[in-house]
């Protein structure tokens, strides 16, 4: 009868530390980035596309002002309210002594530079989807903005969901680095892709999810969904519910302005204020994507 | 312990079911400082989209058509309104509207905002009977107005 227990509790440290094993934070050595030099024009471009300042800038910051990424701002969620931190170039509250790989592993892996998990409410379940060579210009780019000291603020999230061992689980469940669209797609398309799944991360607020948080695919990608702060909602991109054509589209991404001359409001209005700085033939990219939808067809 | 008389309960819950409001009033009768304002989007909407016409291309440049759309613009920007935003009327108070609680909260930056409006309807009623060049030129600073309210005051959808 002991016997048994013994084998009983070595097989459960077993299947335990098994778990904590295959969730554990990843990352990868200097050698995922090996002979890439980062450019900063190109790290802007990519910096814009994804939108960074708009949730790192300070609440309320415009023009010069939004290139300070002192954090702050919050966002509430069915899982707790989390605070986007400081991600200026302040060596200490900031990420100025970040090596490229750190940058990487943040934005492929989800892991701090100290192997923690960070919070899905960091889009990296998008991010994963970047290049190589576009982290390289990102950490290029965000060496010439300016240091910060304002510490970043802790997240407002309860038990338990502040494990953030469990993170891992919810990594395997759902962190996927392939694309989304498959099948033939044009240049633009796939310009537009990259724009859409990986630095634009459209899918983060328009497509919906499932209880655990994963962002649902198929013919849910990119159909709308609740606003997860609780008010309101954000609007499905697929047909027939989205009848724009291309042409209203990229006018919506570049002024604001609906076909019925409504204006972008709420969040969208900072992601056509970064869309609007991207070169026309990005925002054209993106809507022969999203002309390709819905998925699973 | 005193007892309620059944006749002094039941003409207190008369008077509780009759006095309260139905539910969903507001989606059978709009608040009218709401219907007032969203008709106002509605009106600044309706000029834009002939000088947005314009400018995208969509319809031949038209100087008299462009200068009296510009100059509704210029008046609607310039009418004094305040009354349709009554306390109270707010997403969290009542159905209908997405204009966020914070509008309350920072009368003076709304105010400043709406100078900003007005700058560029006015800039725009100089332009827009000019040429279609000018036009062009005005629409985005007064996209920019408009967005920069909606941005801070107007909830998603």
Redesign the interface.
């Known amino acids: 009868m002991r016997r048994w227990f013994v084998r009983l509790l070595i097989l459960a440290v077993i299947v335990i530390a098994l778990g904590l094993w295959i969730t554990r934070p990843r990352s990868d050595g200097a050698e995922a980035l090996a002979g890439l030099t980062g450019d900063v024009t190109r790290g802007e471009a990519v910096f814009t596309a994804a939108g960074c300042a708009s949730c790192h800038m300070a609440e ?1 910051a415009s023009d010069e002002a939004r290139l300070v990424l002192t954090g702050g701002q919050r966002f509430a969620s069915p899982f707790g309210t989390f605070t986007a931190p400081n991600i200026s170039q302040d060596p200490d509250q900031g990420i100025g002594t970040w090596s490229a790989p750190d940058l990487w592993n943040a934005l492929h892996h989800g892991t701090s530079p100290q192997g923690r998990h960070y919070y899905p409410a960091f889009p990296y379940a998008s991010y994963i989807r970047m290049e190589p060579q576009q982290v390289a210009d990102l950490h290029a780019y965000l060496a010439t903005l300016p240091a910060d000291p304002t510490p970043s603020q802790p997240h407002d999230v309860p038990f338990p969901f502040n494990i953030r061992t469990a993170l891992g689980g919810w990594k395997l469940l759902f962190l996927r680095d392939g694309w989304v669209m498959q099948g033939d797609l044009n240049e633009a398309e796939q310009r537009g892709r990259v724009l859409v799944e990986a630095l634009g991360h459209c899918a983060e607020c328009h497509s919906p999810r499932n209880a655990l948080g994963g962002l649902k695919t198929g013919a849910d990608w990119l159909s709308g969904a609740p ?1 997860p702060a609780g ?5 499905d991109l697929t047909p027939p519910e989205m009848s724009w054509s291309e ?1 209203e589209l990229v ?1 919506y991404f570049t ?3 609906t076909p ?11 992601v ?1 204020q970064n869309l609007a700085q991207l070169p026309e033939s990005d925002r054209a990219a993106i809507a022969a994507y999203l002309k390709r939808l819905p998925l699973g067809q | 312990m005193p007892t309620i008389r059944p006749l002094a309960l039941g003409l207190g819950l008369a008077v509780a079911v009759v006095s309260a409001p139905p539910l969903h009033a507001q989606d059978a009768m709009p608040n009218p400082a709401v219907k007032a304002r969203q008709s106002l ?1 509605t009106l ?3 000029n ?2 002939t000088l ?1 016409a314009m400018a ?1 291309g969509n319809m031949e440049y038209d100087a008299t058509a462009a200068g009296a759309a510009a100059n509704n613009l210029m008046a609607l920007s310039h009418l004094d309104l305040a009354a349709l935003w009554p306390e109270g009327t707010d ?1 969290d108070s009542i159905d209908g509207t ?1 204009a966020l609680p914070d509008l309350w909260a920072n009368f003076p930056d709304v105010t400043t905002k709406i100078a900003a409006l007005q700058t560029a309807t006015t800039a725009m009623a100089d332009a827009a009977g000019t040429d279609l060049a000018g036009l062009q030129g005005a ?2 600073p007064l ?1 920019a107005a ?2 920069a309210c ?3 005051y ?4």
């Open positions: 309320g606003n008010r309101g909602s954000f609007p042409a006018e002024s604001g302005f019925e001359f409504d204006m972008a409001g709420g969040h969208m209005s900072h056509v | 989007m600044f909407a309706f834009l989209g947005g995208q997403a997405r629409m985005g996209g408009c967005g909606h941005q801070a107007r909830a998603s959808e």
